[in-house]
RNA sequence: GUGGCUGUAGCUCAGGGGUAGAGCCCCGGUUUGUGGUUCCGGUUGUCGCGGGUUCAAAUCCCGUCAGCCACCCCA
């Protein structure tokens, strides 16, 4: 027997049910998007090596799909977009107003693990603001955010933008005498807080000349914290979303390139998953492109947002609802008379040249296994057309109500 | 890399030494131009794989592989 094919671990097939699941979700991304001003852009799946070794490190290089191609160069599936970004804005930087408000939908591959919310290929959405200095940015990606959520059906009651600023524990580390080079494991510290046993940290802390005390009273000054903070909160509250947001210096996100204002959406009540994160990243653009450019942004992957979603009320009804509107069709031209086959596929073409969306049976069927059909279709007209033709009925799949037309008026009397 | 759980029909799972099961899905029929529910019928299995114990293993034992989940990591 012949071996059979599965996908490799942590790659997806999209039955249809899947893709217009995800084409759901991927339409709300960019219709949100489009109405914060932002464009779509895209770049390419495959790049140097090298790329992701600047901005990460070598050790970025054990979570690729990457190998050698046969020009022998060092190539790698990508593992995110920010340092695409980062060139193609510092490429071709005068080419463009600034701000840029720049988003984008895509493909990318991480060769780790495959669990729950994670594989090793994903979707992700990334919306990035470059060339603006104001915190206000930061603060129009966070309402984005909000807004993104809103869109997909969630409630106040189901996520929080945890909100914090890095530039803060920045402040506090040096105000308290930890030297510069000291800073990223003290942040480390903080980002780990959380996860990891109190007395271990008070370890950490205290070998950085640090009170676990000092750092608990400074996680609670909140919007205090900082003038960004303060800022993009009181811009937020002017737009009405104050309670969404929530101060929690607690969030620092893990990677070193974050140098100012951080987000993430978290779900309420499904385990608290961190389902995007953001934030500021000024001095990136220069280290990928040799420009300087101030940056933020932040991205949403589609495996955890899409698991929220189904296991959320109002959300899982909108998914549903797409995606059942994404396989119905409008009418089934039901062929009651098997000569007249040529005829009833030349009504689909009228109605379908009219934007309808329309199907018929390619065999003879009877005629009430085609209702039978129509019905399983989501069609909300059937057409019948037989030996009267072209006299045909329109039949109301929803109150049975059917009504004699003909060819000449059928696509008046359709919506009637 | 570490730990836990699960592998039986396409899917969800039951069965725990003695002929391989249910529901769902799918397909066909329910007699000749009008429907979803109903009714009847049908297809599909190396019971993950390998070894052991036994007269007999889907079942018990050992190993192995795969999947899932959690940890680590998380751009």
Redesign the pocket.
């Known amino acids: ?1 012949a071996k059979s094919f599965k996908t490799l ?1 942590g790659f997806r097939d999209f039955y249809p049910a899947e893709c217009a699941a995800r084409d759901y979700v991927f339409e709300i991304w960019r219709r949100v998007a489009n109405r914060y001003g932002f464009v779509e852009y895209e770049g390419p799946v495959l790049e140097p090596t090298d790329l ?1 070794r600047r901005k ?1 490190g070598e050790e ?1 290089v054990n ?2 799909f990457n190998f050698e191609d046969k020009g022998e160069r060092e190539v790698a599936m990508r ?2 977009l ?1 340092p695409t970004l980062a060139r193609m804005a510092a490429a071709r930087q005068r080419d463009f107003r600034k701000p840029l408000r720049w988003f984008s939908i895509g493909q990318f591959f ?1 060769y ?7 594989g090793r290929e994903f979707y992700q959405f990334n919306c990035d603001i470059l060339g603006e200095d104001s915190v206000l940015a930061d603060a129009e990606l966070v309402a984005l955010s909000v807004d993104l959520m809103r869109e997909l059906g969630f409630t106040s009651n189901e996520f929080r933008i945890r909100l914090s600023d890095r530039n803060a524990w920045v402040d506090f580390g040096t105000g308290n005498g930890i030297a510069d080079e000291d800073i990223p494991i003290f942040l480390q510290i903080i980002d ?1 807080m959380e ?1 990891t046993p109190e007395d271990k940290t008070d370890e950490q802390l205290q070998a950085l000349g640090l009170s676990l005390e000092a750092v608990r009273a400074f996680m609670e000054s909140g919007s205090e914290a900082s003038e960004s903070l303060a800022s993009i909160l009181a811009n937020l509250e002017a737009r009405g979303l104050s309670e969404y947001i929530e101060v929690d210096l607690g969030i620092v ?3 070193a390139y974050y140098t100012g204002p951080v987000f993430e959406i978290f779900d309420i009540g499904k385990g608290m998953r961190a389902v995007a ?1 953001g934030g500021r990243y000024d001095q990136l653009i220069k280290l990928i492109g040799n420009i300087d450019m101030p940056a933020c942004g932040f ?1 949403m992957g589609d495996m955890v947002i899409t698991d929220l979603i189904r296991e959320t009320g109002g959300p899982a009804g909108k998914l549903e609802a797409a995606v059942a509107e994404s396989s119905a069709v409008d009418a089934y031209i039901v062929v ?2 098997p000569d007249k086959a040529g005829e009833a596929a030349g009504v689909a073409q009228l109605l379908r040249a009219a934007g309808k969306r329309v199907i018929f049976p390619f065999s003879p069927m ?4 085609q ?2 059909a ?2 399983q279709s989501g069609a909300t007209r ?1 057409i ?1 057309v ?3 033709f072209p006299e045909l ?1 329109i ?4 109150d ?1 109500s ?1 009504m004699i037309s003909r060819l000449d008026s059928l696509l008046a009397d359709f919506d009637a």
């Open positions: 027997m671990p992701y990460s970025i979570q690729l593992p995110e920010t991480r780790e693990r495959h669990q729950k919310g994670r780990k996860r996100r893990g990677l994160g991205a009651a008379d009877k005629v009430g296994k209702f039978q129509a019905e059937a019948v037989g030996s009267e009925s039949k109301n799949l929803q049975r059917e």
